[in-house]
C-alpha cells in the first residue's frame, strides 16, 4: 500500500484521544493553574530564604578564614620575636591548645629556614602521621610562589590526609622581614569539619569552591576527600566569570555537581506544563565525569534535581560559597496536592479509556480485517478468506469484500498477476511507451503430431490429457520466467511470448538481456530433467523439446486493447524479429536462438557460436543470430554446439544446405 493509504489511527484509538483530550484539558488546566497560582508566593519565600542562608553561610566561612589566617600570623609575629627554643615550644604548645581546629603553621623568611609547626594534639587524634604536614607543604611551591607574590590561595588538602583539612596560604611580612629581599610567605592547616557540618544543616544545603573550582567543603565529604574539580561546569565558570557579588537562579544540580542553568524568563503556558513535568519526573540519575587532584578522570553517578541556588564570593582567597534547597522541597505541599488531582485525572481517564476501548472493538476488529485483506490484494495475493460475525453494514461489507476477493483471485489466473498488480497500483499508466527491452519466443518441436498422437490414443479424453500435459510443462517455463525478473506476455498455442526490461527492469539492457538468456538457460535444465522421468512410449506424457528465439531493441510498451479487455504487451520491429528468430531453431538444428543485438550486450557472458546470417524483410543486410551453448565460466555441461544436440538429442543439420531465408514465419505481435 501507499504510505497515504495506511491506518495511521484507528476508530478505537480516535476516540480514546478525543475522551482523553477532553479529560486531560479540563481537569489537567485546572490543576495547572492552581498550581501556578500558589507556588509563585512559596516561590518568592523560599528564594528569600535561600538568599539569607547563603549569606550566613558565606559570613560563617569568611569569618573561619579570618580568623584562621589571623591567629597563624600572631604565632609566627611571636616566633619570629623570640630567641629561645623553650620560649618558642611554649608558645607553640598555648597556641594550638587555644586553636584545636589548626593542624600546622607554616612560613617561610626570605633568607632564613622554613619553619614548620605541627600540633601533635591534632594529628593523634585523627590518627594522622605528622610526616604528611611536612610533605604537604613540599608539595605546594607553585602555590607557595603564588603567595610570595602577594596571592592568598585557599587550598583543598584532604585528599593528601584523607580528613576534612583545608591550606590557607598568603603573603606575610614580619618586623623580622623587613629590608629582606623577597616576600614572607605563611600556611596554615586547619580542620574544615565544624564547617562541613554547619553547612549541610536543615533544608538548605551549602558547599564552598576555590577559584580553581576545586570543592573544598560539602556534607558529601567523598567529594572533598577525591580532590573533586567542576571547572568545566558551565554554571561553575558563569560564577567564577561573573562581576557579581552574590545571586541566585534555579538550576538542576545534585548540590555538587551543576549540569545546566534553567532560564527563568518562562511564558505562563511553558511554566505551567514545565511544572507539571516535574511533578511526575522530580529527580534523574545522570553519570558525570569528574577530575580528581591526581589527574584522573572518573564517573559518578549521582541524583539530579531541581534547586534554587545562591552563591556569595568572599574577600579572602577567591573562595565562593554556594547554597541550594530542593524544589520539590519547598514546594511539597501544593506538589501533593497536584499528584492527587493527577491521580483522579488518571483514573478518570482510565475507566473512560477502558470503556471506549472495548466499545471500539466492535468496529476495528472487522475492519482490521478488512484492513489487512486490501494490503494482501494489493500486494498481489488475491486469494483471501473473510469470515463475516455480525449482520450490521461491517458484515454486509465483509461478505462482500470476500465474494470481490475470489473474483480477483480467478482473475489473477486469467491474466499475468505483476502486470495486474503494477495497472492496481497505478505504475502501468494508459497508452505506450519505448522501452529497451528483450523479446523471447519459444515453441514446442512436433507439437501438431503429438497432439494428433493424443487424439488417436485418448479420445474424447484427448483434449484433457493435451491440457494437463501443457499445463505442467507451462508452470516450469513460466517459474523460469519470473524467476529471471520476466514478464511472461501471452501464451500463443504452445508457444510462450516473455519480455525483459519492459514492466519493470533489472537496472540496465545488459542486465535484461542477461536474465533472459539466462531462463532460456534454466528452461532446457528443467526440461532435460522432466524428459529424464518420461518415456517416449508414454503416450500422456511424452518427452518435450523446443526452441526459443531471443532477440533486444526498442519496443513499444504499453496496454493494448478496448475498454472491455486489454493486455499489456510489447509491439514493433525487435519482437517479430525474435518470432522469426525462434523459427530458425528447428533447422538449424539448436535449442536457443538469439540475435546480434542481443549478442553485442552480453555476449561475451556466454559461449555462443555463430550460425549463418538470416535475410529479414525490411532490412538492408543480413541479421547475424548465434547459437548459445552455455555460460563463458560454466565448466560444467555443454562447451559446444555438439555437446548441447547431444544432450537433448537432437540431430545435426548440414548447415551448408540449410537455407534460413527460406521462410519467414513471423507472429506479429498487435500488428496487422
Known amino acids: 500500500m501507499n504510505t497515504k493509504d495506511k491506518t495511521r489511527f484507528s476508530i478505537g484509538a480516535k476516540l480514546i484521544i478525543i475522551i482523553s483530550f477532553i479529560v486531560i484539558i479540563s481537569l489537567g488546566s485546572i490543576t495547572a493553574l492552581v498550581s501556578w497560582l500558589v507556588q509563585q ?9 535561600n538568599f539569607e542562608m547563603n549569606r550566613r553561610s558565606a559570613m560563617e566561612a569568611e569569618s573561619t578564614l579570618i580568623n584562621v589566617r589571623a591567629a597563624s600570623r600572631v604565632l609566627i609575629q611571636n616566633v619570629t620575636s623570640l630567641s629561645s627554643r623553650d620560649a618558642v615550644r611554649r608558645s607553640t604548645d598555648f597556641f594550638f ?41 613540599n608539595g ?19 585528599p593528601h590526609f584523607s580528613r576534612a583539612v583545608l591550606a590557607l596560604l598568603y603573603p606575610y611580612q614580619s618586623d623580622t622581614a623587613v629590608g629582606s629581599v623577597g616576600a614572607a610567605v605563611g600556611g596554615v592547616l586547619f580542620s574544615s569539619e565544624d564547617m562541613n557540618d554547619n553547612f549541610g544543616f536543615g533544608t538548605n544545603k551549602s558547599y564552598m569552591l576555590n577559584s580553581e573550582g576545586d570543592i573544598l567543603s560539602h556534607t558529601d565529604f567523598s567529594l572533598v576527600r577525591d580532590g573533586t574539580n567542576i571547572i568545566d561546569m558551565e554554571f561553575i565558570r558563569a560564577i567564577l566569570d561573573s562581576e557579581e557579588k552574590n545571586r541566585q537562579r534555579l538550576v538542576e544540580t545534585d548540590f555538587g555537581v551543576l549540569q545546566s542553568a534553567l532560564s527563568e524568563n518562562r511564558g505562563i503556558f511553558s511554566t505551567i506544563f514545565t511544572d507539571i513535568k516535574q511533578r511526575f519526573r522530580a529527580e534523574k540519575t545522570v553519570t558525570s565525569e569528574e577530575n580528581t587532584v591526581s589527574g584522573e578522570v572518573k564517573s559518578v ?11 556569595t564570593k568572599l574577600n579572602i582567597a577567591g573562595a565562593i560559597v554556594i547554597t541550594g534547597i530542593e524544589y520539590d522541597k519547598v514546594f511539597e505541599g501544593i506538589a501533593a496536592t497536584t499528584r492527587r488531582n493527577i491521580y483522579l485525572t488518571i483514573a478518570v481517564l482510565s475507566v473512560s479509556v477502558i470503556f471506549i476501548w472495548f466499545f471500539s472493538k466492535t468496529i476495528s476488529i472487522p475492519l482490521k480485517s478488512l484492513e489487512g485483506a486490501a494490503r494482501q490484494i494489493e500486494s498481489g495475493v488475491f486469494e483471501v478468506e473473510l469470515r463475516s460475525k455480525s449482520n450490521d453494514e461491517i458484515g454486509v461489507l465483509t461478505s462482500g469484500f470476500q465474494k470481490m476477493s475470489s473474483a480477483l483471485h480467478i482473475f489473477g489466473r486469467f491474466t499475468n498477476r505483476e502486470i495486474a498488480v503494477k495497472a492496481m497500483r497505478g505504475e502501468i499508466k494508459p497508452g505506450g511507451l519505448p522501452k529497451h527491452g528483450t523479446v523471447f519466443f519459444s515453441d514446442i518441436r512436433e507439437f501438431t503430431a503429438k497432439c494428433e498422437s493424443f487424439t488417436q490414443h485418448f479420445g474424447g479424453k484427448a483434449s484433457d490429457k493435451i491440457v494437463n500435459w501443457l499445463n505442467n510443462y507451462f508452470t516450469e517455463m513460466i517459474d523460469c520466467v519470473e524467476k529471471t525478473n520476466g514478464v511472461v506476455d501471452k501464451f500463443i498455442g504452445d508457444a510462450v511470448m516473455a519480455h525483459w526490461g519492459t514492466a519493470y527492469t533489472a537496472g540496465s539492457p545488459e542486465q535484461d538481456a542477461f536474465n533472459c538468456i539466462k531462463a532460456a538457460l534454466m528452461m532446457r535444465a528443467s526440461l532435460y530433467r522432466m524428459n529424464k522421468e518420461r518415456k517416449s512410449e508414454d503416450l500422456a506424457n511424452p518427452p518435450i523439446r523446443i526452441g526459443c528465439g531471443i532477440n533486444s531493441g526498442v519496443v513499444t510498451a504499453g496496454q493494448l486493447g478496448s475498454d472491455k479487455r486489454m493486455e499489456y504487451t510489447v509491439i514493433g520491429d525487435p519482437v517479430n524479429l525474435a518470432s522469426r528468430i525462434e523459427a530458425l531453431t528447428k533447422p538449424l538444428g539448436v535449442d536457443i536462438l ?6 553485442n550486450l552480453v555476449g561475451k557472458k556466454f559461449k555462443t557460436e555463430e550460425m549463418p546470417s538470416v535475410k529479414v524483410k525490411g532490412k538492408e543486410k543480413p541479421v547475424r543470430i548465434f547459437a548459445v551453448v552455455n555460460f563463458a565460466e560454466n565448466p560444467k555441461g555443454p562447451q559446444s554446439m555438439e555437446d548441447v ?6 540431430e545435426a543439420p548440414n548447415l551448408a544446405k540449410v537455407n534460413v531465408n527460406a521462410d519467414e514465419k513471423k507472429y506479429k505481435i498487435g500488428e496487422d
Open 41 to 49: 508566593d512559596l516561590r518568592v519565600s523560599a528564594e528569600d530564604s
Open 97 to 137: 591548645s587555644e586553636n584545636p581546629q589548626i593542624a600546622a603553621v607554616f612560613f617561610v623568611i626570605p633568607g632564613g629556614a622554613e619553619q614548620l609547626f605541627v600540633s601533635r594534639q591534632f594529628f593523634l587524634e585523627r590518627e594522622i602521621d605528622e610526616k604528611l604536614a611536612s610533605s604537604f607543604f
Open 140 to 158: 605546594q611551591r607553585e602555590v607557595l610562589g603564588r603567595a610570595a607574590r602577594g596571592e592568598t590561595v585557599l587550598v583543598n588538602a584532604a
Open 301 to 311: 553517578q549521582r541524583t539530579v534535581s531541581r534547586q534554587f541556588v545562591a552563591f
Open 594 to 599: 538469439i540475435s546480434e543485438e542481443t549478442w
Open 645 to 650: 544436440r547431444s544432450l537433448l538429442g537432437i
